[in-house]
């Protein structure tokens, strides 16, 4: 049973960080994609950072390009985003996401749609 939990979010300042994480299980890592998603109210799920089945092969949305950076422990099965010099255009619910299929990281990003896992989201809320 494939599961992915996130955790990490909370309220913080503008130029503030915070790291999230997503425990994921009942899947390997290596040949998959997995992914950062968010949903503001209002607006339509957007790809945030997503990383292919190769180690190199990552993606930003330019709206976080240099300021977000996603990681992952295949040892812990874990992955990571870490969230730096955050805006409150960067309050939404953060979702975790993963395509057990061979997909490189912009494509799942652009598409949310070909995921085929979701995490059930944390918040993220900056605001002063």
């Known amino acids: 049973q494939v599961q992915l939990v996130e955790s990490g979010g909370g309220l913080v300042q503008p130029g503030r960080s915070l790291r999230l994480s997503c425990a994921y299980s009942g899947f390997n890592l290596e040949g998959s994609a997995i992914g950062w998603f968010r949903q503001a109210p209002g607006k339509e799920r957007e790809g945030v950072s997503c990383?292919?089945?190769?180690?190199?092969?990552?993606y930003y949305a330019d709206s976080v390009l240099g300021r977000f950076t996603i990681s992952r422990d295949s040892a812990k099965n874990m992955v990571y985003l870490q969230m730096n010099s955050l805006h409150p255009e960067d309050t939404a619910v953060y979702y975790c996401a993963a395509a057990t299929r061979f997909y490189t990281a912009r494509s799942i990003c652009m598409a949310p749609t070909l995921a085929d896992y979701w995490g059930q989201g944390t918040q993220v809320t900056v605001s002063a």
């Open positions: 990383a292919g089945p190769v180690a190199s092969n990552t």
